[in-house]
């Protein structure tokens, strides 16, 4: 769940060494600025859509966010039938208060109803870092005068939070889930190492309203996949631990690209632990999907304890 705020080149195939310590640079070059705390009472969730939220953890702050989701596949061409189950958790550290280090893990069960054949293994263990590199609500201040001035909407809110992700997905090379062809068994896997990078905009339209924007580059640079995702959030006024989101994402890439939307909500149960489910669908019949998935996310918050 997003707080509402108080105010208002192609790489090669093989990993490129200068690359990833190039980015390694730039994050230990962040980490030595001096900020304002990023810090907020409540817990701050990514789940349980998938957008990256702009706003780090905060320092000494350790997050745990896991998610079980199911998608019900049909394709008419080759015709198939299948549902795949994933368990996905992230751990999340507030290394400083603008960077926070990010382990993405998950295990996929796949179930082809056409040839009763169940696949299972894990497509997703990535290491990672976020770096919050502006802010224009950093030093903000309440009208403490006006209700009306402190909730209205204001061109200002337009001006987006600003952050970038970088991670490292490693895993088997013989890894099921992680081919060119999602859909495509012979189809030939990807390196054992691959780079994912995110641009993260994230709006305060009004204490009640946040839209997050994600673009992303995922996969290797021979089959790189680009991405496009919106997050609409709403809080509620009077049920303020409730939130509902609606979702919108767009995959480019040579062998898959879809349009998908998703729904969903999430509860605060007290400020460390949230709880949260969605359903989405996509627009295409090649293949056609229909998904649901809920989780939970705690917090163990020891920041300037």
Same mark, same amino acid.
Not at 3 to 30: A, H
Not at 62 to 76: F, G, K, M, V
């Given at each position: ?35 304002r705390a990023q810090y907020t009472d409540i817990i701050n969730s990514n789940t349980p859509g998938r957008t990256m939220g702009a ?28 549902h795949i189950n994933d368990i996905e958790s992230t751990f999340r550290f507030g290394f400083k208060e603008r960077v926070e280090l990010?382990?993405? +893990? ?5 179930? /082809?109803? *056409?040839?009763?054949?169940? =696949?299972?293994?894990?497509? !997703? ?51 099921? +889930? ?5 859909? /495509?068994? *012979?189809?030939?896997?990807? =390196?054992?190492?691959?780079? !994912? ?65 998703? =729904? ?34 705690i917090r163990v918050d020891n920041h300037f304890k």
């Open positions: 769940m997003l707080e509402r705020i108080k105010y208002f080149s192609r790489i090669q195939t093989t990993p490129n060494q200068y690359y990833y310590c190039f980015i390694f640079l730039i994050g230990l070059f962040l980490t030595s600025f001096n900020s706003y780090t953890v905060g320092e000494a702050v350790y997050q745990l966010e896991s998610l079980y989701s199911s998608d019900h596949q049909t394709h008419i061409y080759p015709d198939s039938d299948y990010i382990y993405e +893990f998950g295990h996929r069960s796949k179930i /082809d109803h *056409t040839q009763n054949i169940d =696949t299972k293994g894990i497509f !997703k263990n990535r290491f990672g870092f976020k770096v919050l590199i502006y802010d224009p609500h950093q030093f903000a201040e309440p009208d403490y005068y006006s209700w009306k001035n402190n909730h209205r909407f204001v061109l200002k809110n337009l001006i987006p939070v600003v952050s970038i992700y970088a991670g490292l997905n490693v895993h088997k090379k013989e890894s099921l +889930f992680n081919r060119f062809d999602p859909y /495509d068994p *012979t189809s030939k896997t990807y =390196t054992t190492i691959y780079d !994912k990078e995110i641009l993260i905009l994230q709006q305060h339209l009004s204490p009640y309203w946040v839209l997050v924007t994600n673009f992303s580059m995922d996969k290797p640079a021979s089959n790189r996949e680009y991405s496009i995702t919106s997050t609409l959030v709403h809080s509620f006024r009077k049920y303020y631990k409730l939130s509902l989101f609606l979702e919108g994402q767009s995959i480019i890439n040579d062998y898959y690209a879809d349009e998908i939307i998703r =729904t969903g909500g999430a509860y605060l149960i007290n400020k460390n632990i949230q709880v949260d489910a969605f359903l989405g669908t996509n627009f295409k019949e090649t293949p056609s999907r229909l998904f649901f998935g809920f989780g939970a996310s």
